[in-house]
């Protein structure tokens, strides 16, 4: 089923607030809401750095997605590209850009204006500028074509001209004389890239219909925010004319939850000379570790770009959030006078003893973090007990990693274009003495990654994995470099990875080939898991890959119970995806799974403090599950189950 999102029109702190009360999946901060909120009524006054501030005002109060709209397209480029590096500096998600060069009065205009449309080729030179100077923001292009009276077949030719420039959705709003063609361009440009309208104008609007096309935002603005500011206001003007509380205390309700959402979002530094608010931004998705510090000084640390690569999730990034901001959206509901006070967090999973339900999820090139890598990242698990599993595409051989994680050790796998290159790994891993294979099934490409695409990132030129020094591997490389000399590791990896050619087939050869459990790495759909089991998959593990191959698949802890439910007790289910602090490890487990994969806080430990660093992350998590147990009333793992999710109908 498509996605539909809905956006509320939002100018402070205050409404970001009421909006995120109301259920809004996303914040538009349009230039008429912000323009009004200062007074001003030409939007074009506002300039970049007062809109920057009141993004920052927005950002302190939410983690909301918060799109802005600073009718860039009527200024230059350069305007274009400053913008586009001061509003994501302070925390917006995306930055829209228009090609309407004429100044608008009123955008609820039912006719057609005469508006002038900047050349669709230098808009999406434009375009292009600010993808290549952003870091992370996501560039949303919209078209007036409409509202202009231009017509679908010239919005739909525009929008395709500037996903080509590299927008990462696209954007169309049509008012009362244009409506009936807001829905024809819908269906043809939805299905190339996620959408963004704004038919707020529009009588009875179904924005379901927009929806079953493709992933679709529907931005409600300016009626949302004038009739607030309206209702306000004349609350306001009653009391003061008529002094008498009376008259207007059925309304003071809604006024009084304003000041109380402004007390609630109120910034403690002091304002800058703007006189607009900038507190400091709430932490990132990337930035949610376990321990905070250590995101700081990874990125001290680490390469722009090195960073970029780990932190960074598929298309706008919105899967990667989503993966935690589902873990957090999940209660608990503790049982009391149990006794606690012995409590116990060991485990065990396909017959390796676990001082906790823990492991550290496969990923690669570690070495981009610290130079001891996985060996220091195994050696950290392996001190407290916990799993390690090593990435096909690991900075260390698997020999080396063993050594620091005897017993304790998984080897992951991907089935390469050529298998007899896994086949050599696994062996490897086999004799290594790893304990079980991890193969990972849900990458039949590579997902999207604007971050690496913008830095220009190419992984494996900069970080060759071990992999590369594969018996296997070097032969092939040998015979592929008959055909062509220049052919480099890199390359060939290229070569290998991914195939979207791997089926059930090669899972069951497989199967066949090695002795060690298997473990079949992400999986969301229960049939999947099912045939997966049948197939002789011994565990299955719940995954997104950590929200860095779409931004459109389903949270990890929504697909959880579904999973778990069609296994039964065929063999356990493993997590990742989203894991951020000890309760949300007990929420997975309370929602069926066996243990809990953790990712990219394992990174940031490792990139601040090496293997001590690690440690830290680690044992924080093992600490603060240990914790939620207590308060939980479950003195061991196996107390953890479905009856302390949420508020249910309890007999």
Same mark, same amino acid.
């Given at each position: ?77 350069? +305007? &274009? @590209?400053?913008?586009?590096?001061? $509003?994501?500096? =302070? %925390? #917006?998600? !995306?930055?829209?850009?228009?090609? /309407? ?52 077949? +010239? &919005? @739909?030719?525009?929008?395709?001209? $500037?996903?080509? =420039? %590299? #927008?990462? !959705?696209?954007?169309?709003?049509? /008012? ?52 607030? +500011? &309206? ?73 722009? &770009? ?346």
């Amino acid at each position: 089923m498509n996605e539909l999102r809905i956006g509320i029109g939002v100018h402070s702190p205050i409404t970001a607030l009421l909006a995120e009360e109301a259920g809004a999946d996303v914040l538009w901060l349009g230039s008429l809401e912000m323009s009004a909120s200062r007074g001003v009524p030409d939007r074009e006054v506002l300039e970049v750095t007062e809109v920057a501030a009141i993004v920052r005002s927005v950002r302190a109060v939410t983690s909301l997605p918060i799109y802005v709209d600073a009718d860039t397209g009527r200024g230059s480029d350069e +305007v &274009a @590209v400053l913008a586009t590096k001061l $509003y994501e500096e =302070a %925390g #917006a998600t !995306a930055i829209c850009v228009e090609d /309407n060069v004429f100044p608008k009065r009123n955008s609820l205009d039912d006719r057609f204006s005469g508006r002038e449309l900047l050349g669709a080729e230098a808009f999406a030179e434009r375009i292009s500028a600010m993808v290549a100077a952003r870091r992370s923001i996501q560039v949303i292009a919209r078209t007036e074509a409409l509202v202009a009276g231009h017509g679908a077949d +010239v &919005a @739909v030719r525009r929008l395709r001209r $500037y996903a080509a =420039a %590299g #927008a990462d !959705a696209l954007f169309a709003q049509a /008012n009362r004389a244009s409506a009936d063609q807001l829905l024809p361009v819908v269906e043809r440009i939805a299905p190339l890239r996620p959408m963004v309208l704004a038919p707020t104008v529009l009588p009875g609007v179904d924005a379901e219909a927009f929806a079953a096309h493709g992933p679709v935002t529907v931005i409600f603005a300016n009626v949302v925010i004038r009739n607030l +500011v &309206a209702q306000t206001s004349r609350v306001l003007r009653d009391l003061m004319a008529s002094r008498r509380l009376e008259n207007v205390l059925p309304d003071l309700a809604g006024v009084e939850r304003l000041f109380e959402l402004a007390e609630h979002g109120h910034a403690t530094d002091p304002p800058p000379a703007t006189g607009v608010p900038v507190p400091e931004p709430r932490p990132r998705v990337e930035e949610r570790a376990t321990r905070p510090s250590d995101v700081e000084t990874a990125r001290v640390r680490m390469t722009e &770009a090195a960073f970029d690569y780990c932190a960074g999730g598929a298309g706008d990034e919105s899967g990667m959030r989503r993966n935690v901001e589902r873990l957090d959206a999940l209660t608990l509901t503790p049982r009391v006078l149990r006794d606690v006070s012995a409590r116990s967090t060991l485990t065990e999973l396909l017959g390796t003893p676990l001082s906790a339900p823990l492991l550290v999820t496969p990923m690669g090139l570690q070495a981009l973090c610290h130079p001891r890598a996985e060996v220091a990242t195994a050696a950290a698990a392996h001190s407290l007990g916990l799993g390690f599993t090593l990435s096909m595409f690991s900075s260390r051989p698997v020999e080396e990693v063993a050594e620091a994680a005897p017993d304790r050790l998984w080897q992951q796998v991907y089935l390469l274009r050529e298998r007899e290159v896994s086949w050599s790994l696994v062996g490897r891993a086999e004799q290594a003495g790893a304990r079980a294979v991890v193969c990972t099934v849900d990458v039949p490409l590579v997902g999207r990654r604007s971050r690496d695409a913008r830095n220009g990132f190419r992984r494996f030129d900069t970080a060759p994995p071990a992999i590369v020094q594969d018996p296997c591997f070097v032969d092939l490389l040998a015979h592929r470099r008959r055909r062509d000399p220049s052919l480099t590791p890199a390359g060939l990896v290229a070569e290998l990875f991914p195939d979207p050619a791997v089926s059930w087939a090669d899972l069951a050869e497989l199967r066949s080939r090695t002795r060690l459990p298997l473990v079949v790495k992400g999986v969301l759909h229960p049939q999947d898991a099912r045939r997966a089991v049948d197939a002789g998959a011994d565990a299955i593990q719940v995954s997104t890959h950590g929200g860095r191959q779409s931004d459109r698949h389903v949270a990890a802890a929504d697909a959880l119970p579904a999973v778990v439910a069609a296994v039964g007790d065929r063999v356990p289910v493993l997590f990742d995806s989203g894991v951020r602090t000890g309760a949300h490890v007990a929420t997975v487990l309370a929602l069926g799974a066996r243990a809990v994969l953790v990712g990219r806080p394992v990174l940031w430990g490792l990139a601040a403090r090496g293997q001590e660093g690690v440690e830290g992350v680690l044992r924080s998590l093992t600490e603060e599950l240990d914790h939620t147990m207590a308060l939980l009333g479950a003195p061991a793992v196996d107390g953890l189950d479905r009856e302390l999710i949420g508020v249910r109908e309890w007999a």
